[in-house]
Each structure stands twice: as structure tokens, then as C-alpha cells.
């Protein structure tokens, strides 16, 4: 189920928040380029003898193409204060102890109402960045909160995309992690207390809601972990919120089940998405975006299919300060992917 290998770190690289990256070469001369998480394993240095999991590089997983940093035997982490109760991870080996949103604030104990705050619903975590860019193409100032689920990376650390937002003021209010996900501002049990601790302690105008980093898909209709996608605009429009659905739209992936509108947009929207929700679909109408229009009428039944302009927004995208990138595609090798959840933000605000 797993592959280790055990190496000495040789170079210690870049770091962004909560991750660090470092060169390890083993024991056969092999080299490895590692992923270490300090709050969990301690910070890695020159020299250290470090036990690696190399499980994602012997799947050739795209997104998670690292090895990771298990323990560095010789040196364990100072213990940590174990601040409330809530597991996360929970029992695997690495399982961690968070301070819980719903128990530190008390405003949580009574918060049933997301006071109408617009959430943006996507299935990939690539779709981050193109959503803010469209709040931000309409208005700059608002203050944006990212939820996000368990559907892909566990650690919120694991996201350079995230860092780099944070970074530039993208996303103002902060992030919250929900379900087994951890390493945000706010760490919260579920989607739900998640999107409230985004309005009443974050102070969010708009949140967004994706899976992490990666995501899992077995090629049915079914088995895709972005299938929550449904869930998240059940949970908006159950607390009041106005839940937005962010289109999974394709111009370049070779996949006939992703061409045009994703099969998954179809199943998260069309089937478990039992709450009304706007649909935001770019008002163009050449060959590609008819096509995509025509697919969309199927979610007419339950959703309202709003036509969104898309002037300012190529701009808006191609001043994204992280680089835009969904299944190894950029900007211009899959526009359609970005467009599409831009016009989603702008529909937000």
C-alpha cells in the first residue's frame, strides 16, 4: 500500500506556508525531491536522515508528485500544545489535533444563517484562482474566505496556489478547512459550520468552497471525489446562503467525457445538488459555447442558468498573481476551464 525509502537530505529548497521542500538522496544514490510539512515531522536539515514516502512518484500522481517527508528518526518534533480536541487525519499515523472553530468562537453556537453571503461552488481546486479573479474583475475590495473540503489534499499547506493568494491579498478574509482537511485560519467539522465560520468569525462578503489540491476520479459518474460539489450548495442554501455552481468546462482536455461540460458538472448539479442554484455560463455564443449552452439546458430543470458577460475578465485572469493550470493545462491551453469560473465569480458579486 505504501513505498518508502530512507535517504539524507542533501538540499533544503524553497518553503511556503505550513511546507518545505527539500532533496533527498538514498541510499542508492537515487534522488528524491520531498515535500516536508515541519508542524507535523519538524523542519528537515542538511545532513538529516529522513524516512520517505514515495507512494505518489511510483503512481505518477500530477498533482501530487512528490515524495513526503515521514519522520526524521534522529530528531523528533518538540511536542506540540494540544489546544481542543478535534482530530483531524484521524488515526493514521500522522493524525493531528486542531483547535475547533466551533468550540473557540462563541458565535458558532448559535450561527444558523449565512445572511445571504454568495458561495461559489467548484469541483477542482485549479479553479481557485479563476473564481477570485472574477470577484475581483467586479469588485476588488470584497473580502473573500476559502473553504476548503476533503476531496483532494488533506493539508491546506500543500497548496503553493493558496500561499500565493493569501500573499497578494486574493483572498482577505482567510481560509477555513472542513472534514479531514487541515492547516487553515479556521478549522471546522464540517461544510456547513465551515461556511458560517467563514461569515460570522472571518467576516466573508463571499466564500469559495473546493476540494484540495488533486482530487480523485475513477472514470464514473459516481466515483469522483468533486461530487460534493452537489453537497456544498445543499449546505449554502440550507443556511441561507446563495449558492453559486462553477461550471467544469474543457476546451483542451482529450477526455470525450470532458469535452465541452464535464459529465461531473451533470451529476454534482443535475443530480445531487437537490437545492437551487445559479449556473454561470459565459454569454458567447461561437461554435464552442453554444455547444457547452446546450449541454447546460439540462440542469434548467432545478437550477437557474444565468448568461454571464465576460468583458475585463481575460484581463482579470491573466493578472492572477499564482499560474493558472487545471489537469497540466495553462490559460491558453484550456481558456474555457478558467472563463467559465471566472464568470462564476463575477456572478458572486
Request: aromatic content about 6%.
Amino acid at each position: 500500500m505504501i513505498r518508502w525509502r530512507r535517504g539524507v537530505v542533501a538540499v533544503v529548497g524553497r518553503a511556503w506556508h505550513g511546507s518545505l521542500e527539500v532533496d533527498v538522496t538514498a541510499a542508492d544514490g537515487q534522488m528524491f525531491r520531498a515535500l516536508a510539512y515541519p508542524a507535523l515531522v519538524g523542519r528537515p536539515e542538511v545532513g538529516d536522515d529522513v524516512l520517505l514516502s514515495v507512494t505518489a512518484l511510483e503512481l505518477g500522481l500530477g498533482t501530487g508528485g512528490y515524495a513526503l517527508v515521514v519522520a526524521i528518526p534522529a530528531r523528533l518534533p518538540e511536542d506540540a500544545p494540544l489546544q481542543g480536541h478535534m482530530v483531524k487525519a484521524r488515526y493514521t499515523p500522522l493524525q493531528t489535533v486542531a483547535d475547533g472553530a466551533e468550540e473557540r468562537y462563541p458565535e458558532l453556537a448559535t450561527a444558523s444563517s449565512l445572511e445571504g453571503m454568495p458561495v461559489v461552488v467548484a469541483d477542482l481546486h485549479s479553479a481557485l484562482p479563476a473564481v477570485l479573479a472574477g470577484i475581483r474583475a467586479e469588485r476588488p475590495s470584497a473580502r473573500v474566505a476559502y473553504v476548503m473540503t476533503d476531496g483532494g489534499a488533506l493539508p491546506l499547506w500543500f497548496s503553493r496556489s493558496v500561499d500565493a493568494l493569501r500573499s497578494a491579498g486574493w483572498l482577505a478574509a482567510g481560509t477555513v478547512t472542513v472534514g479531514q482537511a487541515f492547516g487553515g485560519d479556521l478549522e471546522c467539522v464540517t461544510v456547513h459550520s465551515g461556511l458560517l465560520a467563514a461569515r460570522h468569525v472571518l467576516k466573508a462578503d463571499v466564500a469559495i468552497v473546493t476540494q484540495g489540491p488533486g482530487n480523485l476520479g475513477t472514470g464514473t459518474e459516481w466515483g469522483f471525489s468533486g461530487i460534493a460539489c452537489g453537497e456544498a450548495i445543499n449546505a449554502a442554501a440550507v443556511l441561507d446562503g446563495r449558492p453559486i455552481a462553477a461550471l467544469r468546462v474543457s476546451s483542451g482536455d482529450k477526455r470525450d467525457r470532458h469535452q465541452g461540460l464535464s459529465h461531473h458538472s451533470l451529476t454534482a448539479y443535475g443530480k445531487v445538488a437537490l437545492a437551487r442554484a445559479e449556473v454561470a455560463l459565459p454569454d458567447l455564443d461561437d461554435p464552442f459555447w453554444s455547444s457547452v449552452a446546450s449541454q447546460t439546458a439540462e440542469l434548467e430543470q432545478r437550477h437557474a442558468v444565468i448568461r454571464v458577460p465576460v468583458d475585463g475578465l481575460d484581463a482579470a485572469l491573466r493578472s492572477c498573481p499564482v499560474k493558472l493550470s487545471t489537469m497540466g493545462r495553462g490559460l491558453d491551453e484550456d481558456y474555457a476551464a478558467f472563463l467559465a469560473s471566472a464568470c462564476a465569480g463575477r456572478l458572486a458579486v
